[in-house]
């Protein structure tokens, strides 16, 4: 019982993975820009993204392609000509945002001035870790009950939790380096300013006291 609670507990603290469902249209264009759609996700995590993109016309082509924001700028599928059911999982290689863009590209035959013509309706799911996984599937296969089911369902989301937090930790060390690091450099600064300032008020006196005998002002 005390386990369960605990699960509970922790389920309402931190968020669950997360699910996004989003309707949306992309205009097309001879030379379209990139719409994309932008949810974070950790490194190593599955993510399975499930588009519906009904025929609108011939005389366009609707073109996906799944990238993220790190240093990489990593690539991980893409896909030309998009027509009607599309289903694609990917698993992330760092940790940062995920996204699922799209371009539009009209055809040449078509006038530009005639873009707003040619729209496609999509519709976009983008499941993130554990809501990811095919439980059902997984059932089928292990002859899982239905408690079973939940609870495997609840093994991955605490898993994603403790993968979180250990995230977390680690980044809050590398925010603690830095910050030491920073502090050593303006300790080190300040120190090398100060005693700039001590030689060049030496110097200044020195130079003075030299000036002033040679005007036979001091003795």
């Keep these: 019982m005390l386990v369960l609670v605990l699960i509970l507990v922790t389920l309402i603290a931190f968020p669950l993975p997360l699910v996004s469902a989003v309707k949306f249209q992309v205009e097309a264009h001879h030379d379209p820009p990139r719409k994309c759609l932008w949810n974070y996700a950790m490194a190593d995590t599955l993510v399975v993204i499930s588009v519906s993109a009904p025929m609108a016309s011939s005389m366009q082509r609707l073109d996906m392609e799944i990238v993220d ?8 599928q893409s896909k030309r000509g998009l027509k009607g ?75 994603e939790i403790v993968e979180e937090l250990n995230y977390l930790k680690r980044r809050e060390a590398r925010m603690r380096d830095t910050n030491e690091s920073t502090n050593d450099r303006v300790r080190n600064f300040f120190f090398m300013t100060f005693t700039l300032l001590i030689l060049l008020g030496i110097w200044q006196i020195l130079h003075l006291r030299s000036y002033f005998r040679k005007k036979y002002l001091i003795d």
């Excluded at 924001?69 to 991980?76: F, L, T």
């Design 69 to 76: 924001g790190s240093g990489s700028r990593n690539i991980y």
């Design 85 to 159: 059911e599309t289903r694609m999982a990917v698993t992330t290689h760092a940790d940062a945002d995920l996204g699922v863009c799209f371009r539009n590209v009209l055809d040449p035959s078509v006038p530009e001035g005639d873009a707003d013509k040619h729209v496609r309706a999509i519709d976009l799911d983008v499941d993130i870790g554990a809501d990811a996984v095919d439980y059902n599937a997984i059932a089928k296969q292990e002859s899982l009950s239905g408690l079973e089911v939940e609870m495997r369902k609840l093994e991955g989301v605490v898993k």
